[in-house]
């Protein structure tokens, strides 16, 4: 079965770097997604992407954030600066797009755990 | 906007006990719900969604969830847990757009044998 996957699954990182968080989402798939998830607190939205353009973005997406489809099969977010608090397990996934947009299914990746010292 | 509450963060249960997790969503358009289940290290899984085809929805491992309007819920039910159901479960909602999805607080199960 297609699955969303997602690299590295764990990125240690000092404060201020750079970090890259890559996914590969179901390849049929028009829409792609990140979320985070501190620990301990619920799933967040961070950004959609379609079409090669972001769709939507939450208040947590600020000028630190971006997100690319380089390629066919990619889909990167980047973090600028890392900052403590954005130590998080963060979720990439995709929908079809194929049974309405509302109740379209997401799905998600195993995550990669994000750790900024 | 849309909004789900899941009442009570850790439900314990014996063994082929019945499961029950605590849904209410709020939504100023005709809701599309989603169970998600999480287990230790992993990513999210859908157990099943409503789309307003049925609402006595079956989703996997057993597992069914009933919509009610007038409640506004969508509780989880499973008749007898196993072990293996041991794990977080996370409802959620679809915006109004479909872009993104609002997740609940979501309830850890444990199964006691």
């Known amino acids: 079965e297609p699955e969303v996957t997602q690299t590295p699954s764990h990125q240690v990182t000092q404060m201020g770097q750079e970090v890259i968080l890559r996914c590969v989402p179901i390849s049929n798939h028009l829409y792609f997604y990140w979320y985070r998830q501190i620990l301990g607190q619920k799933v967040e939205f961070l950004v959609s992407?379609?079409?090669?353009?972001?769709?939507?973005k939450s208040e947590i997406f600020d000028d630190q954030f971006s997100v690319e489809r380089p390629d066919g099969s990619n889909f990167t977010l980047k973090i600028r600066s890392t900052k403590l608090e954005d130590s998080a397990m963060y979720f990439c996934a995709s929908s079809g797009g194929t049974s309405g947009r509302r109740s379209d299914t997401q799905y998600f990746g195993p995550g990669t755990r994000l750790t900024v010292l | 906007a849309q909004s789900v509450t899941q009442l009570g963060s850790h439900v314990s249960v014996s063994e082929g006990a019945l499961v029950l997790l605590r849904c209410n969503y709020s939504s100023s358009v005709p809701p599309y719900l989603f169970w998600y289940v999480q287990y230790p290290n992993q990513g999210l899984q859908l157990l099943l969604k409503y789309t307003s085809a049925a609402t006595l929805v079956k989703g996997i491992n057993g597992f069914e969830a009933e919509f009610k309007k007038s409640e506004t819920s969508f509780h989880l039910t499973k008749p007898s847990a196993h072990m293996s159901d041991a794990a977080e479960y996370f409802c959620a909602v679809s915006s109004n757009t479909g872009n993104q999805f609002y997740f609940g607080t979501g309830t850890s199960l444990t199964v006691i044998p």
């Open positions: 992407f379609y079409n090669n353009e972001i769709s939507e």
